[in-house]
């Protein structure tokens, strides 16, 4: 799966349900890209360990950048939601 431009995503709903969305489609071992500024790339990059996602490789350049991440096996716990838990990363940061 790839996305360019998550920037004009996040213009139409926010990044946690873009992500939320993402996991919920994505399968194990699945393997999402994307192209975006550098900003978003560092969102998507604490969200995506925060879900236990393997990041396979960063590259920028000129204020543009990529994340290609691996979907692990993890799961949240019953009590939490895939939201809840990104959502709880990003206080902590």
Same mark, same amino acid.
């Given at each position: 799966?790839?996305?360019?431009?998550?920037?004009? +995503? %996040?213009?139409?709903?926010?990044?946690?349900?873009?992500?939320? =969305?993402?996991?919920? @489609?994505?399968?194990?071992?699945?393997?999402?890209?994307?192209?975006?500024?550098?900003?978003?790339?560092?969102?998507?990059?604490?969200?995506?360990?925060? +879900? %236990?996602?393997?990041?396979?490789?960063?590259?920028?350049?000129? =204020?543009?950048?990529? @994340?290609?991440?691996?979907?692990?096996?993890?799961?949240?716990?019953?009590?939490?939601?895939?939201?809840?838990?990104?959502?709880?990363?990003?206080?902590?940061?």
């Amino acid at each position: 799966m790839m996305i360019h431009l998550f920037s004009a +995503l %996040k213009k139409r709903c926010s990044l946690v349900s873009v992500m939320a =969305e993402v996991d919920r @489609i994505l399968i194990p071992q699945g393997t999402f890209i994307v192209s975006d500024d550098m900003e978003k790339i560092g969102e998507i990059e604490k969200m995506v360990e925060s +879900l %236990k996602w393997n990041v396979i490789m960063t590259h920028s350049r000129y =204020e543009k950048g990529v @994340i290609s991440v691996q979907k692990s096996w993890w799961s949240p716990t019953e009590v939490e939601t895939i939201t809840s838990a990104i959502a709880s990363e990003r206080e902590l940061v």
